[in-house]
């Protein structure tokens, strides 16, 4: 007779099987979107080749279809290894802000936090709580019914006007916070949100991120506990919770929000490097880099045939039309179907210059489009 350990990954296996048979290159937007994707890769772990980047983009898709998998199978939150979490995952000690990554299996931590007895509040974005709060909602109720659970659940808005005074209400009640705090689409900075984010060190890139956790930590005197979801190579799911943060009464609150969100961003790189096909958030992180400046060349003449910098930039079709897309700006140019073809075919041009004409030639050479 199966274990239900071994059910379950016969079901993953399943999964993986049916992810086997869609072309995900017939998918509506998928250049764009895969294009989106390596950017971001190339711009925080410069270190993998781009040659990895669409294996890597399939692996972040199945550890998709593999989270929702999860939120669907009560026995998924029984199966999980945890790590240094024996008094931290409980409700003794009083309320905490338990702050998560979209890495690994992340709606698990809800599952085991409510299965431990833990009352919780769940912090989200409109869009999430939209699109998935219905099937975390039926998830905790089936398990409060199977397991007799008496425990409070609770789903907050994250854009909702009185948010902040509604975490703080729950925390003083002593109910515990869960925060993904790697944000997510619909939590990206926004003209006149300046004074809500920290700018905070992220691999090979400065982030913006949101400081509100701090803030309530502090306010609230309440520790934030690191917790990390991801997924061993046979498929068991890791709950890790790393060094809490505590905060220090009457200390300076913009200091501890700062250091607190780097401890926060710290954790999750560590892992990062490990698992980069189980983050999600590789398809958005671009609406939190920090601009950064760059000086163009100056355009000059070249004696050797010039080559299409595929480095810093690629061609995609979107919406059926050619554009020439920034891999380190995001910015995309909408070009014609001859440069398109011409970019494509460089090595087979005798002279660029002479096919474009002056003007454009030192153009693409500015903008280093060729080199």
Known sequence: ???????????????????????????????????????????????ISQSEHETLFREVLLQQVFSTFDQQCLSA???????????????????????TYHLGSYRLLTSVLFRRGVDCVLLVG??????????????????????????????????????????????????????????????????GDEASFL????????????????????????????????????????????KPVRPIRHSDREMYCREAMQQLYDGLWDYLKQYPGQWEGWNYIHSFLEPQTHKRQQAKPTTARPIFNKNRYSLCDFEQAPVL????????????????????????????EDVVGVEIFGELVEMEVIC
């Open 1 to 47: 007779m199966s274990t239900a350990r071994q059910r379950y990954r016969q079901e993953l296996t399943r999964c993986v099987e049916h992810f086997g048979q869609i072309d995900l290159q017939k998918e509506r937007g998928y250049l764009m979107k895969f294009t989106t994707f390596s950017a971001n890769v190339q711009n925080i772990l410069p270190y």
């Open 77 to 99: 939150g029984d199966l999980v290894k945890l790590r240094d979490a024996q008094k931290l995952l409980s409700p003794s000690d009083g309320p905490k802000i338990y702050c």
């Open 126 to 191: 409109s869009n999430m709580n939209r699109n998935q709060g219905d099937g975390m909602l039926e998830h905790i109720q089936a398990l409060r019914q199977k397991h007799g659970l008496t425990n409070v659940f609770r789903v907050v808005e994250a854009g909702s006007p009185s948010v902040g005074l509604t975490i703080l209400r729950e925390l003083k009640a002593g109910r515990s916070l869960i925060v993904y705090v790697d944000g997510s689409p619909e939590t990206a900075p926004q003209p």
């Open 199 to 242: 700018s905070i060190r992220f691999g090979n890139r400065q982030v913006l991120a949101r400081k509100g956790v701090g803030y309530f930590s502090h306010a609230a005197g309440v520790p934030i506990v690191p917790v990390v979801s991801y997924r061993e190579p046979d498929l068991t799911n890791v709950l890790h919770c790393l």
């Open 325 to 352: 897309f920034d891999r380190q700006s995001y910015q995309t140019y909408e070009i014609t179907e001859d440069l398109r073809d011409l970019l494509m075919n460089l090595d087979e041009v005798e002279s660029v």
